[in-house]
């Protein structure tokens, strides 16, 4: 077979295959994922992939077929054993003795639980009866922008016929179900020998008797129609009738989309708050900055699964991308009206459309927000989904793309939209996901972040469902910190917090990153231990930048963007209880940490009205673990106390009233219950010490 495909990317490692030789499961796996490897082939979550083995029954020994199918909710890029199904195929066929019609899909899906051969199967999904209605060992269903674009196209069938011939059959539009899969066996009964199907604005079903067979016959049949499509683009000189708009520059665009992600963030968390993703790639500037916008975008999208991650249309900004975005206020009216406008013609869209037992309506916010000349925004419940939206959404526009050259495109019918969207199954599936944690829908920046305390509280808020902008001065320790996250969780920002274009370059990070700032952690620190006549004005300088001036420019640019938002917002300061105790040798620390605790108090006093809280977090003696106890705080420390290095840490613990070592996390859980508990609290000062008497604030 040709290996080489200009459209698609050829992954198949034989080594690789040859040591799963003996396991088709394995290897049908091995082939899920390096499909799902390449979003042109199938974007995240979408399609589903199958393969059928002969297995004994472990009731009667005899040999039965198996077909192994990625279970509901998975993702083929990603599918290991946990997320496929396996059932018996011949009770899957025999399903159709007992199907009564369109009106009996949803119980059809409760009657595949028994058809279950292996007990640890993932849910079936609704896709599982197209596969086992096949006699093929091997299948993929998939999403290749390219086919879609063809599904899509009107005169779909007279294209299919024109790109493969009488190789390919042709099924038209149909909800997911059984009977599709019935629609799909009725066409390969009268179109034998074909080497797949495409589904009408929806995808591609491709087989083969190996998994190599079937990986390469999914690949041939999507490089044929890709390069069908990019020939009809280079006749027609030019896509989506032309550039209407020229984009900013690169570094233009970046700024602008930082002005104005807040305030589309806070419109989009109307009813949620909502974490955000940006793109400006060439494939959305060409659709974006084009003429046919105007008449694509209300359309909406064609795949099942690319309306309901993006919503039924996305929503287009009637902005200049010129326009001055400094003064929020003013560019929040006039971007409120089309917030309005969106919501009202989805409430419209979910009236002409809904039955009797429908879902109630879900937030009419868009997911997908254009600004020509500047590129695409995304929102969502949390960062994997924004993005993924995004992607998805990205996908639709090749679709686009690709059905305009060929004929014209076609997006699904309005109330064929509205029943996948609100169908029954589909809301059972959200009802199953699992509830949210504390923290998700929130971002937080972290200063000092890259170890000690405040590594410690970017881990506590990150496993507590936020997202994280990690900050520090030290470029390797922040990068060695950013490799203990997972992908979309966190993203990192050097950032020195005595320097204010630092800080504000650190919050476009984060704006960037996750659309805004929710909540706002000054860690960043360090101790110096002196007496009076040997504190030198660096010294004194240098604690007073650090501490104080750092805190006030983070809590000064990070409340103008929590005031674009809307949503309030949480900003918790690491002092000391050595802002509250006096002691020997700690002029220059115990008074910026003092300074420290009060301008918490001030800006409490100030912020409220915005529902922004502010409070503080004292720790004391957090040896083990803090980066502060490396050096000479540590000896300094020791001196005061007359002991050694080496006897601080039970010295501290000994002095405190519950003889307790303090550690990082102790400060991470303090700050957690103050953005993530107590909800009603401003102005405070939580001491995390183990209870030192001297200290207590009242």
Not at 173 to 180: A, C, I, N, S, V
Not at 342 to 353: F, G, I, M, P, T
Not at 502 to 515: D, L, P, Q
């Amino acid at each position: 077979m040709d290996k080489t495909f200009k459209y698609v990317n050829y992954l198949w490692d034989e080594k690789k295959a040859a040591d799963l030789a003996n396991d088709e499961v394995a290897l049908f796996l091995y082939r899920s994922n390096i499909l799902g490897a390449d979003l042109r082939i199938t974007n995240y979550g979408g399609g589903n992939t199958s393969c059928k083995t002969i297995e004994a029954d472990p009731l009667t020994n005899e040999d039965v077929e198996v077909m192994w199918i990625k279970g509901s909710g998975g993702d083929i890029g990603t599918l290991t054993r946990a997320g496929i199904a396996g059932l018996y195929t011949e009770r899957l066929r025999n399903l159709k003795n007992v199907y009564k019609g369109l009106h009996d899909e949803d119980r059809m899906v409760g009657l595949f639980n028994h058809c279950i051969y292996d007990l640890d199967s993932r849910a079936p999904s609704i896709d599982t009866p197209l596969h086992g209605l096949l006699p093929f060992k091997h299948i993929d269903h998939l999403h290749p922008d390219a086919l879609i674009a063809v599904a899509a196209a009107e005169d779909s069938e007279k294209i299919t016929k024109e790109i493969w011939g009488d190789t390919m059959g042709w099924v038209p539009w149909q909800r997911p179900g059984f009977d599709l899969g019935l629609q799909l066996e009725k066409c390969l009964l009268e179109n034998p020998g074909i080497r797949g199907i495409v589904l009408g604005s929806h995808g591609l079903f491709t087989w083969g008797d190996t998994s190599y067979e079937c990986y390469m016959n999914s690949l041939e049949v999507i490089e044929m129609a890709s390069a069908y499509i990019e020939k009809k683009i280079k006749a027609n000189g030019q896509v989506f009738g032309g550039k209407k708009v020229s984009s900013l520059a690169p570094a233009q665009r970046i700024e602008k989309a930082a002005q104005i992600m807040p305030l589309l963030r806070g419109l989009c968390s109307s009813e949620k708050p909502m974490i955000g993703h940006f793109t400006d790639s060439e494939t959305v500037l060409e659709y974006i900055n084009s003429y046919d916008l105007i008449k694509l975008a209300p359309m909406g999208t064609s795949c099942p699964d690319h309306f309901l991650r993006t919503k039924i249309q996305p929503l287009v900004l009637e902005l200049d991308k010129s326009e001055d975005l400094s003064d929020a206020d003013t560019v929040l009216k006039k971007l409120e009206p089309a917030f309005l406008q969106y919501r009202k013609e989805y409430a419209d869209y979910y009236e002409s459309c809904k039955h009797d037992n429908s879902p109630a309506i879900r937030d009419p916010n868009p997911v997908i927000i254009i600004f020509p000349g500047i590129g695409m925004f995304s929102f969502a419940k949390n960062k994997q989904t924004a993005r993924v939206a995004s992607e998805f959404y990205v996908n639709a526009i090749n679709v686009m793309r690709g059905a305009e050259a060929i004929t014209e495109y076609t997006s699904l019918p309005r109330q064929e939209a509205f029943d996948i969207e609100y169908w029954l199954l589909e809301e059972a599936k959200l009802q199953r996901m699992p509830a949210e944690q504390p923290l998700s829908r929130k971002v937080a920046v972290v200063t000092g972040a890259a170890g000690g305390i405040g590594k410690a509280i970017a881990d506590k808020l990150v496993a507590e469902g936020a997202n994280v902008l990690l900050t520090d001065i030290s470029e390797n320790a922040l990068n060695d910190a950013l490799k203990t996250y997972k992908a979309d969780q966190v993203a990192g920002a050097i950032c020195d917090v005595t320097k204010e274009e630092s800080i504000v370059k650190a919050y476009a990070e984060a704006v960037m990153n996750f659309g805004g700032v929710d909540i706002v952690i000054h860690s960043a620190g360090l101790a110096i231990s002196k007496s009076l006549e040997d504190t030198t004005l660096a010294d004194w300088n240098l604690l007073q930048d650090v501490l104080v001036k750092g805190q006030f420019l983070m809590a000064q640019h990070g409340v103008s963007i929590m005031k674009k938002q809307g949503l309030g917002g949480n900003i918790v300061n690491i002092a000391s209880k050595n802002g509250l105790v006096s002691g020997p040798n700690n002029v220059g620390y115990g008074t910026a940490k003092a300074a420290q605790q009060h301008m918490s108090r001030l800006l409490a006093a100030e912020l409220a009205d915005a529902k922004i809280r502010v409070n503080t977090v004292n720790p004391d003696g957090v040896i083990i673990g803090s980066k502060i106890w490396e050096g000479e705080w540590a000896e300094g420390r020791a001196k005061a106390y007359g002991i050694s290095v080496e006897e601080l840490p039970a010295h501290y613990a000994k002095r405190n009233l519950l003889n307790e070592i303090i550690y990082p996390d102790d400060i991470a859980n303090g700050v957690f219950a103050l953005v993530a508990i107590l909800d009603k609290s401003t102005g405070n000062i939580i001491n995390v010490d183990g209870g030192m008497a001297n200290a207590f604030v009242r």
